[in-house]
């Protein structure tokens, strides 16, 4: 096998998440895309969350959770909830709307993973998340160790 260079791996990671995404919306067809369902997922496992910790939690910038978050309230999908000790202090919380949504898309989700690795063995499929969990870890301590030095 070529010694593959780290900008073709990245390139190849990248075109694989891109096309899935699309794939994904695609086949869902509905007014959201992947980064809306990863946050109603998180707010249905993790509860109202202020749009800062999601953000650092999901690795979106700022303004990227700023334009998600609105586009899931003007849906109906999500809403502010306003902390009664302190009006500042604002999260996102899941709606009932958006847990049904969040259900379709898992569905849809389900079937996507089933037709997409159905080229790989079961073996292969645990592999490949193996690897990218490993790389992922990897990747985190690497950004770890630039942010200690700066």
């Known amino acids: ?28 067809n509905k007014n959201v895309g992947v980064s809306q369902v990863l946050v109603l997922a998180e707010l249905a496992e993790k509860g109202p969350q202020m749009q800062s910790r999601l953000s650092k ?13 609105n586009k899931l309230i003007k849906e109906g999908y ?26 379709e898309a898992q569905k849809q989700g389900k079937k996507m993973r089933e037709n997409l690795y159905s080229v790989l063995t079961e073996e292969e499929v645990v592999q490949l998340f193996t ?12 950004k770890s160790q630039i942010d200690k030095k700066e």
């Open 131 to 142: 690897i990218q969990k490993k790389l992922i870890k990897q990747v985190l301590h690497l």
């Open 1 to 28: 096998m070529n010694q593959e260079s780290i900008f073709e791996l990245i390139r190849t990671a990248e075109y694989l998440n891109n096309e899935s995404m699309i794939l994904f919306v695609s086949m869902f």
């Open 78 to 103: 999500a809403e502010r909830e306003y902390d009664e000790t302190d009006r500042r202090i604002i999260r996102i919380a899941i709606t009932e709307k958006g847990t049904q949504l969040l259900q």
């Open 57 to 69: 939690r999901l690795g979106y910038t700022p303004g990227a959770m700023t334009g998600i978050a």
